[in-house]
Structures are given as C-alpha cells and as structure tokens.
Nanobody, 125 residues
Framework: QVQVTQSVGGLVQAGGSLRLSCAASGPSTYAMGWFRQTLGKEREFVAS????????AYADSVRGRFTISSDNGRNTVDLQMNSLDVDDAATYYC????????????????????WGQGAQITVAS
C-alpha cells in the first residue's frame, strides 16, 4: 500500500512564498506531481517531476514562480511557491505514480495512482 503524506497548507500574503512538502512510502520509486483544486472546478495540474528527478513540467500559470524538486531516492518532493497571488489559492494535492520510464513526466490526474490528503493554501490580498 502506497501512502502519500504531504505538509499542511497555510495563509500567505499576496507576493509571499510558501513551500509544500510531500513523501510517498511504498515498495518502488515514483514520478510525482502537484495539482490544485478550487470549489466547483476540476483538479488542475501545477507541476511534476520524473522519477529520476531529471525532468520537470509546469503549468503555464506557475512557470517561473513555482519550483518542484525531489530527493528521488527517498520519494520526497517539494513545491516552492513564490510571488503568490490570489489566483493561486486552492487545495493543493501531491500525487505519485510508478512510471513506465524513469525520465517521464506526467501532467494528467488520471496518470497518478496515489494521492495525498490535500493542503489548503489561502492567499490574502
């Protein structure tokens, strides 16, 4: 059984920064990613990283502001979020999947098998 455990969210002022962390426990190593969701909307891709940590992908809305990084040997991933604005407020979910290839990045929720519990991020204007 794979468990994905992520840090709690928080409240941040617009323009501020926040860091989310996540760890996946299981028998394998995983490609990992971050998604976010607001009420009434579908889960939205934010960023992902390949199993070997060599490739990353970002949504256009966060590229240049958010950075995903991993200690792939330990199945941990962080999401550093800078220059946050009110549009970034959401529940953020960490996800993991056993990849077919070690350098593949994934961006669709359906490609991930394991999910964290979610962390609420509130951005105050």
């Amino acid at each position: 059984q794979v468990q994905v455990t992520q840090s709690v969210g928080g409240l941040v002022q617009a323009g501020g920064s926040l860091r989310l962390s996540c760890a996946a426990s299981g028998p394998s190593t995983y490609a990992m990613g971050w998604f976010r969701q607001t009420l009434g909307k579908e889960r939205e891709f934010v960023a992902s990283i390949s199993e070997n940590g060599r490739r990353t992908a970002y949504a256009d809305s966060v590229r240049g502001r958010f950075t995903i990084s991993s200690d792939n040997g330990r199945n941990t991933v962080d999401l550093q979020m800078n220059s946050l604005d009110v549009d970034d407020a959401a529940t953020y979910y960490c996800a993991a999947t056993a990849p077919r290839y070690t350098s593949t990045v994934y961006s669709r929720p359906s490609e991930f098998n394991y999910w964290g519990q979610g962390a609420q991020i509130t951005v105050a204007s």
